[in-house]
């Protein structure tokens, strides 16, 4: 399948502050992304979506910004707390069949009290 | 949301037997689910398509002989990794989709498969 990768393994914040997670994807056609959350030793859990014919989307503390032109995808987590590190995936729809799914490499997201 | 249950959790297994995992739509039907793969410190890696009543579709590279899908309702896929070896341990996950245009997918809780 098309790859979809992440620029940064790692990332450590400070509670309160923002986080920004970003996301690179290959596939051009690609018309629909997720964002997960997933925590050691669990399935992931979705965190917030958006289609091709949209630019950004908002959630409860997360935005995800998508720019077509570079190909590019990023999470934003607005004050972020020790709750939300964990590692975060970007995915991109594979072809036609609903749910299908090709993930990105992850960013570990460590938050320090 | 919808809830996807897989069973076991973990699961020891002697190498050369065979471990079959059990995933599962609590509150829905999905005529299609999704087994992945995931290494330590690694991303997901999607295996294979489940199809309800018909074959599964695997994804390239990944032996449809040593990972059988079975997908009997539209309740449940099991995915029996066959002589397993060591390298065969790692973190199984299923999802299923839900809806009839481009939604997310839900996933189980995955399965660690440790091969001793």
């Known amino acids: 399948g098309e790859s979809v990768g992440l620029h940064l393994p790692t990332l450590s914040v400070q509670e309160g502050d923002n986080s920004i997670i970003n996301c690179a994807y290959s596939n051009s056609a690609s018309d629909y992304f997720i964002w997960y959350k997933q925590e050691s030793g669990k399935g992931p859990q979705f965190i917030i979506d958006i289609r091709s014919n949209m630019d950004k989307r908002q959630g409860q503390r997360v935005t995800v910004l998508l720019n077509k032109t570079v190909k590019h995808l990023s999470l934003q987590i607005a004050a972020t707390q020790p709750g939300d590190s964990a590692v975060y995936f970007c995915a991109e729809k594979g072809g036609s069949t609903l749910g299908r799914l090709y993930f990105g490499r992850g960013t570990q997201l460590t938050v320090w009290p | 949301g919808a809830v996807v249950s897989q069973h076991p959790s973990w699961v020891i297994c002697k190498s050369g037997t065979s471990v079959k995992i059990e995933c599962r739509s609590l509150?829905?039907?999905?005529?299609?689910m999704f087994w992945y793969r995931q290494f330590p410190k690694q991303s997901l890696m999607l295996m294979a398509t489940?199809?309800?009543?018909?074959?599964?579709?695997?994804e390239q590279g990944v032996e449809k002989d040593k990972f059988l899908i079975n997908h009997a309702s539209l309740t449940l896929s099991t995915l029996t990794v066959t002589s397993a070896h060591p390298e065969d341990s790692s973190f199984y996950i299923c999802?299923?989709?839900?809806?009839?245009?481009?939604?997310?997918?839900?996933f189980g809780q995955g399965t660690r498969l440790t091969v001793v």
């Open positions: 999802s299923a989709g839900q809806g009839q245009t481009n939604t997310e997918a839900f």
């Open positions: 489940s199809n309800e009543g018909s074959k599964a579709t695997y």
């Open positions: 509150d829905f039907q999905a005529t299609t």
